[in-house]
């Protein structure tokens, strides 16, 4: 089943319930596997060391009531409730809400936007502007004119985004040490340091390992094992209840919290941060929202997950209220109130379990990665989609060996439940905290609440987990300095990589070459058109970049069909297929130049192959056949020179071939000519030679009145132009800050910049391009 493209929509209402059930069934096992398996390790950090057990129940009591309490005002409560209306068309996550609050109040950082990404369907969706008089059109007119308040607000989503990255280093760890911690019942104590550790590396090391496959491999097996491990928690948890103490659901009220503090006090505070870790995992019911509709989700936690969780805490301190004298049992922690007849079918389910909550956090890693990239806040990586079907399911290697070096460095360095929660712990309520802010934003400005109610969300759930942020913060030398190291030195790899691009494109748009110095190039240097389509990538979206001035003055020859290629990213999660692309002359029609940018979101896939050049030029050949060029392309050279000082250029919308009907359709090899009934014109166009053999492409030209005698020259000249090949001119900028910089700029530019640029992967379009078709040009950029 598709779940990226099929049920992208939060469209509960238009679900069939056997549709709702069958999308709840699978986010057991994608949006649920690291917060079910929270109470492998939830109890045991709570009383490591902070709280004393003593012969009275009040401290375990106190314990269950928090847990309680948390776990039904922040997942139930917060993220089910609140923040999961908070999509961005289907889409959720911290770049979901930062999104909305780009298209919303303009606040966008990618400088390469248009006024026509605000025609794209997803953009306009839903977008109202305030009353002029109200605090959300204030609030809105003060972001759009302050850039600091804008540069703050980007930061913000990239310390949430930083925090993911770290909890997807740490979650792995902590769930599977957890997991396989129940082998210390089977083997003497002395030699329990010495079994957990390496099993939870080699378990690591698998998990890592088998990524490549993708996830939708063994997926199915993964909501199974998710509703085995909570039915077997669950009847755990009850019947520890039963046969220990059948009241300890009094633990429940919140009373027991306030006996817990006041008799633990600063004790009682600090193992707060073992507390937090039973929300471990819920901000994955947000982040994965496009996966699946918002009420399937609801759905599985609500009646399933929730309950299964409080049934499991709720055994865990029955049993404990029973135990408190034996010392070595708190040391075990979950596995001790197993019973022992099921203590190793219940380990064998409960390492799976881990394994497939730690599948999800990885996975949900990756995609933050491709997001912070796609909004050019992160170098470029390799992005593998391991599924033809679910476009979500990605896999980055680069990301995934570091994660798992990083995760056997914490797990050997640390080898215990308790400073691996304290890391954990401050990971995961960061980026709740960053969730928080955002989430006001949006009630004010996309929501168009009262400021009243925007302040209440913050005060209420911002106190909670300010409280448990405190909490884990006071942890520092105890783990906790690991998620911030880590977030740290991501956040200066965004950061200089944002500000290195930022400062790229302003440099490009600074000394760009204006149309008329294109137009007059002819007589002045003897220009020579040569066979073929030239493709020049520019990430300007309006002019003629240096680069290419640089390359022609030096070389006055280019070819008889020159298009500009611009591949950017724009704010929503998904450009439809028929929108993808804009196309337009540059120029009067017969200069044979074109623009053409292509639209991505930045859930979006990206072509890497033929099929691009493909889509490409016959974007170009719909664009001429349509007759859209018409109002651009048929000026004569005279009535450009009469507009010599505006260099407005018309773009018009064109979708993938896909989205044509009866116009300029692609067809590969191996299908006949009998597809052209109807034609009157048929031409076959083959690909240059490369290394590996490429499809074949012919277009079809439908007999039509509407097609004028130059639009059917234009088409040929560009058919011809694809039949001498494409030539890819590809730029290769070198940065470095002037003379009499700031040393911090140098160090950012020459060093920082420049060796991110060095060892990141080019864009993806420049390596499925043939060497022998390739030209790059050198430039320096002085910043």
Same mark, same amino acid.
């Given at each position: 089943?598709?779940?990226?493209?099929?049920?992208?929509?939060?469209?509960?209402?238009? $679900?069939?319930?056997?549709?709702?059930?069958?999308?709840?069934? $699978?986010?057991?096992?994608?949006?649920?596997?690291?917060?079910?398996?929270?109470?492998?390790?939830?109890?045991?950090?709570?009383?490591?060391?902070? #709280?004393?057990?003593?012969?009275?129940?009040?401290?375990?009591?106190?314990?269950?009531?928090?847990?309680?309490?948390?776990?039904?005002?922040?997942?139930?409560?917060?993220?089910?409730?609140?923040?999961?209306?908070?999509?961005?068309?289907?889409?959720?996550?911290?770049?979901?809400?930062?999104?909305?609050?780009?298209?919303?109040?303009?606040?966008?950082? @990618?400088?390469?936007?248009?006024?026509?990404?605000?025609?794209?369907?997803?953009?306009?969706?839903?977008?109202?502007?305030?009353?002029?008089?109200?605090?959300?059109?204030?609030?809105?007119?003060? *972001?759009?004119?302050?850039?600091?308040?804008?540069?703050?607000? @980007?930061?913000?989503?990239?310390?949430?985004?930083?925090?993911?990255?770290?909890?997807?280093?740490?979650?792995?760890?902590?769930?599977?040490?957890?997991?396989?911690?129940?082998?210390?019942?089977?083997?003497?104590?002395?030699?329990?340091?010495?079994?957990?550790?390496?099993?939870?590396?080699?378990?690591?090391?698998?998990?890592?390992?088998? $990524?490549?496959?993708?996830? %939708?491999?063994?997926?199915?097996?993964?909501?199974?094992?998710? #509703?085995?491990?909570?039915?077997?928690?669950?009847? +755990?948890?009850?019947?520890? +209840?039963?046969?220990?103490?059948? %009241?300890?659901? $009094?633990?429940?009220?919140?009373?027991?919290?306030?006996?817990?503090?006041?008799?633990?006090?600063?004790?009682?505070?600090?193992?707060?941060?073992?507390?937090?870790?039973?929300?471990?995992?819920?901000?994955?019911?947000?982040?994965?929202?496009?996966?699946?509709?918002?009420?399937?989700?609801?759905?599985?936690?609500?009646?399933?997950?929730?309950?299964?969780?409080?049934?499991?805490?709720?055994?865990?301190?029955?049993?404990?209220?029973?135990?408190?004298?034996?010392?070595?049992?708190?040391?075990?922690?979950?596995?001790?109130?197993?019973?022992?007849?099921?203590?190793?079918?219940?380990?064998?389910?409960?390492?799976?379990?881990?394994?497939?909550?730690?599948?999800?956090?990885?996975?949900?890693?990756?995609?933050? #990665?491709?997001?912070?990239?796609?909004?050019?806040?992160?170098?470029?990586?390799?992005?593998?989609?391991?599924?033809?079907?679910?476009?979500?399911?990605?896999?980055?290697?680069?990301?995934?060996?570091?994660?798992?070096?990083?995760?056997?460095?914490?797990?050997?360095?640390?080898?215990?439940?308790?400073?691996?929660?304290?890391?954990?712990?401050?990971?995961?309520?960061?980026?709740?905290?960053?969730?928080?802010?955002?989430?006001?934003?949006?009630?004010?400005?996309?929501?168009?609440? /009262?400021?009243?109610?925007?302040?209440?969300?913050? @005060?209420?759930?911002?106190?909670?987990?300010?409280?448990?942020?405190?909490?884990?913060?006071?942890?520092?030398?105890?783990?906790?300095?690991?998620?911030?190291?880590?977030?740290?030195?991501?956040?200066?790899?965004?950061?200089?990589?944002?500000?290195?691009?930022?400062?790229?494109?302003?440099?490009?748009?600074?000394?760009?070459? /204006?149309?008329?110095?294109?137009?007059?190039?002819?007589?002045?240097?003897?220009?020579?058109?040569?066979?073929?389509?030239?493709?020049? %990538?520019?990430?300007?979206?309006?002019?003629?970049?240096?680069?290419?001035?640089?390359?022609?003055?030096?070389?006055?020859?280019?070819?008889?069909?020159?298009?500009?290629?611009?591949?950017?990213?724009?704010?929503?999660?998904?450009?439809?297929?028929?929108?993808?692309?804009?196309?337009?002359?540059?120029?009067?029609?017969?200069?044979?130049?074109?623009?053409?940018?292509?639209?991505?979101?930045?859930?979006?896939?990206?072509?890497?192959?033929?099929?691009?050049?493909?889509? *490409?030029?016959? /974007?170009?050949?719909?664009?001429?056949?349509?007759?859209?060029?018409?109002?651009?392309?048929?000026?004569?050279?005279?009535?450009?020179?009469?507009?010599?000082?505006?260099?407005?250029?018309?773009?018009?919308?064109?979708?993938?071939?896909?989205?044509?009907?009866?116009?300029?359709?692609?067809?590969?090899?191996?299908?006949?000519?009998?597809?052209?009934?109807?034609?009157?014109?048929?031409?076959?166009?083959?690909?240059?030679?490369?290394?590996?053999?490429?499809?074949?492409?012919?277009?079809?030209?439908?007999?039509?009145?509407?097609?004028?005698?130059?639009?059917?020259?234009?088409?040929?000249?560009?058919?011809?132009?694809?039949?001498?090949?494409?030539?890819? #001119? @590809?730029?290769?900028?070198?940065?470095?800050?002037?003379?009499?910089?700031?040393?911090?700029?140098?160090?950012?530019?020459?060093?920082?910049?420049?060796?991110?640029?060095?060892?990141?992967?080019?864009?993806?379009?420049?390596?499925?391009?043939? %060497?022998?078709?390739?030209?790059?040009?050198?430039?320096?950029?002085?910043?």
């Amino acid at each position: 089943m598709d779940l990226e493209t099929g049920f992208r929509q939060n469209s509960s209402k238009r $679900q069939s319930w056997r549709t709702v059930l069958t999308l709840a069934y $699978q986010s057991l096992g994608v949006v649920y596997g690291d917060l079910s398996t929270s109470p492998l390790y939830v109890y045991k950090s709570t009383f490591a060391e902070d #709280i004393k057990h003593s012969e009275t129940n009040e401290e375990i009591y106190g314990v269950l009531s928090f847990i309680f309490w948390t776990l039904t005002l922040v997942p139930l409560l917060k993220y089910v409730f609140i923040v999961l209306k908070a999509d961005d068309n289907g889409e959720g996550g911290t770049f979901a809400l930062y999104s909305l609050l780009c298209r919303h109040a303009r606040v966008n950082s @990618l400088p390469s936007c248009q006024l026509e990404d605000e025609e794209l369907s997803f953009y306009k969706k839903d977008i109202v502007s305030p009353a002029p008089t109200t605090v959300g059109a204030r609030l809105k007119s003060t *972001l759009e004119r302050h850039r600091v308040l804008q540069r703050f607000l @980007l930061v913000l989503a990239l310390i949430g985004a930083c925090m993911v990255i770290g909890d997807g280093i740490l979650s792995p760890a902590i769930s599977v040490f957890s997991a396989v911690s129940g082998l210390e019942l089977a083997v003497s104590k002395e030699h329990n340091k010495y079994i957990e550790v390496p099993v939870a590396c080699i378990i690591l090391i698998a998990l890592f390992a088998l $990524q490549h496959y993708g996830t %939708h491999r063994v997926g199915f097996l993964f909501a199974p094992v998710v #509703i085995t491990w909570l039915v077997c928690i669950s009847a +755990i948890g009850l019947y520890n +209840i039963i046969h220990w103490n059948p %009241h300890v659901y $009094q633990a429940l009220s919140p009373y027991y919290m306030y006996k817990f503090l006041k008799k633990t006090q600063r004790g009682g505070w600090m193992s707060l941060g073992g507390i937090l870790l039973c929300i471990t995992g819920s901000e994955a019911m947000f982040a994965d929202l496009g996966h699946f509709s918002q009420l399937s989700i609801q759905l599985a936690f609500t009646f399933l997950v929730y309950p299964s969780l409080i049934l499991a805490y709720m055994g865990q301190a029955a049993y404990l209220s029973q135990h408190h004298v034996i010392e070595s049992d708190y040391h075990i922690g979950f596995y001790v109130s197993v019973p022992e007849k099921v203590r190793w079918p219940v380990l064998v389910i409960a390492i799976l379990a881990a394994v497939v909550g730690s599948q999800a956090i990885i996975t949900g890693t990756f995609s933050i #990665i491709k997001q912070c990239s796609s909004l050019g806040c992160f170098p470029g990586v390799k992005i593998v989609h391991t599924s033809s079907k679910i476009h979500g399911q990605i896999y980055i290697p680069e990301i995934n060996w570091t994660l798992m070096l990083l995760c056997l460095a914490v797990t050997i360095g640390f080898r215990d439940t308790k400073r691996l929660g304290n890391a954990s712990g401050l990971a995961v309520i960061t980026v709740m905290l960053v969730t928080t802010c955002l989430m006001s934003l949006v009630i004010v400005l996309c929501w168009h609440q /009262s400021v009243f109610l925007a302040i209440g969300f913050v @005060l209420f759930f911002g106190t909670i987990e300010a409280l448990y942020f405190s909490a884990s913060l006071i942890k520092f030398l105890e783990g906790a300095w690991v998620p911030i190291v880590m977030a740290f030195i991501f956040m200066i790899v965004m950061c200089v990589w944002h500000y290195g691009s930022l400062k790229k494109y302003e440099f490009d748009v600074q000394n760009k070459v /204006s149309v008329d110095w294109l137009l007059s190039l002819g007589p002045s240097l003897g220009i020579v058109r040569v066979n073929g389509i030239g493709l020049i %990538h520019t990430e300007l979206v309006s002019g003629i970049p240096a680069i290419f001035s640089h390359f022609v003055t030096n070389l006055p020859a280019f070819h008889q069909v020159l298009v500009f290629l611009c591949i950017k990213s724009v704010p929503i999660p998904h450009v439809k297929h028929e929108e993808r692309f804009l196309v337009g002359h540059i120029g009067p029609r017969e200069y044979r130049i074109y623009r053409c940018i292509v639209r991505y979101g930045y859930r979006d896939a990206h072509k890497d192959d033929s099929g691009f050049e493909n889509d *490409l030029v016959c /974007s170009i050949a719909e664009y001429i056949r349509t007759g859209k060029a018409g109002s651009n392309g048929a000026a004569t050279a005279a009535a450009a020179e009469e507009n010599l000082a505006q260099e407005r250029e018309e773009m018009a919308v064109m979708g993938t071939p896909s989205t044509y009907l009866g116009g300029v359709h692609v067809y590969e090899d191996g299908e006949g000519h009998s597809s052209s009934a109807g034609t009157s014109e048929l031409r076959e166009i083959k690909s240059p030679p490369v290394l590996k053999p490429r499809k074949k492409v012919r277009f079809v030209v439908p007999e039509s009145p509407k097609i004028d005698q130059s639009a059917r020259t234009e088409l040929r000249e560009l058919m011809e132009a694809r039949e001498a090949g494409i030539a890819y #001119i @590809l730029g290769h900028s070198y940065m470095q800050a002037k003379q009499g910089s700031s040393f911090v700029k140098k160090m950012v530019i020459n060093f920082g910049y420049e060796f991110l640029r060095r060892n990141s992967r080019p864009p993806t379009y420049a390596l499925s391009v043939p %060497h022998a078709s390739t030209l790059e040009v050198g430039m320096v950029y002085n910043i």
